[in-house]
């Protein structure tokens, strides 16, 4: 997927040289995204089209601690900032807009919901390739050996089933899930003409 791996299993640097690339693409259309000449829904597609990419590859595998969400809540909100300053209703004059106020102007999913959504199209993915497919077989692996002291790091099919359960599926097996899911897909399809 193009994600870089450590051995500690930390994806800290990995989301640090993505958003290094997202500041960058950020710079080099800051001008388009500034002028007053473009409007607010073409803001929303240049940075959807042009940053999300760079910013959002290979975001599928990244089990997302609290402290990397915030990182990225920072940066979109960073981003958004395109929209300028707000008059105050009751003064007249220009404030900063609030986290919140970006997020009702911006109206599309926040970054980390586009993560967890490519994240569960991805456990689908990986769910159908069967027991065959290398990647299948090193997601099911049971490792051995020893681990290290100390609280477990969190690993992809535990975030996966973190997502399932905030979608309220969270008693299923993911496998089981996509299977059902792929099989009611299989039957629809045959009934529509």
Same mark, same amino acid.
Request: overall charge positive.
């Given at each position: %997927? *193009?994600?870089?791996?450590?051995?500690?299993?930390?994806?800290?640097?990995?989301?640090?040289?993505?958003?290094?690339? *997202?500041?960058?693409?950020?710079?080099?259309?800051?001008?388009?995204?500034?002028?007053?000449?473009?409007?607010?829904?073409?803001?929303?597609?240049?940075?959807?089209?042009?940053?999300? /990419?760079?910013?959002?590859? *290979?975001?599928?595998? @990244?089990? &997302?601690?609290?402290?990397?969400? =915030?990182? +990225?809540?920072?940066?979109?909100? @960073?981003?958004?900032?395109?929209?300028?300053?707000? =008059? $105050?209703?009751?003064?007249?004059?220009?404030?900063?807009?609030?986290?919140?106020? &970006?997020?009702? !102007?911006?109206?599309?999913?926040?970054?980390?919901?586009?993560?967890?959504?490519? #994240?569960? #199209?991805?456990?689908?993915?990986?769910?159908?390739?069967?027991?065959?497919?290398? +990647?299948?077989? !090193? &997601? %099911?692996?049971?490792?051995? *050996?020893? #681990? /290290?002291?100390?609280? /477990?790091? #969190?690993? @992809?099919?535990?975030?996966?089933? %973190?997502? +399932?359960?905030?979608?309220?599926?969270?008693? %299923?097996?993911?496998?089981? &899930? $996509?299977?059902?899911?792929?099989?009611?897909?299989?039957?629809?399809? +045959?009934? !529509? /003409?």
């Amino acid at each position: %997927m *193009g994600t870089t791996l450590t051995d500690q299993n930390s994806i800290q640097e990995e989301i640090k040289s993505r958003l290094k690339s *997202g500041n960058a693409c950020y710079y080099s259309v800051q001008n388009l995204l500034s002028s007053s000449l473009v409007t607010r829904n073409l803001k929303i597609r240049i940075y959807r089209t042009i940053i999300w /990419p760079v910013v959002l590859y *290979g975001c599928e595998t @990244w089990p &997302l601690t609290l402290r990397e969400e =915030r990182r +990225l809540r920072l940066f979109e909100n @960073w981003v958004l900032r395109i929209f300028g300053p707000k =008059r $105050d209703e009751v003064t007249g004059k220009l404030r900063k807009v609030h986290n919140e106020e &970006l997020n009702d !102007v911006y109206s599309s999913p926040n970054i980390i919901r586009v993560i967890k959504l490519r #994240r569960m #199209r991805w456990e689908g993915h990986v769910a159908r390739m069967g027991e065959r497919r290398g +990647l299948y077989s !090193v &997601l %099911m692996r049971k490792p051995e *050996g020893k #681990r /290290p002291l100390g609280r /477990p790091r #969190r690993r @992809w099919e535990d975030i996966i089933k %973190m997502d +399932l359960q905030e979608v309220g599926c969270g008693g %299923m097996d993911w496998i089981e &899930l $996509d299977r059902l899911r792929a099989l009611t897909t299989t039957v629809i399809s +045959l009934r !529509v /003409p």
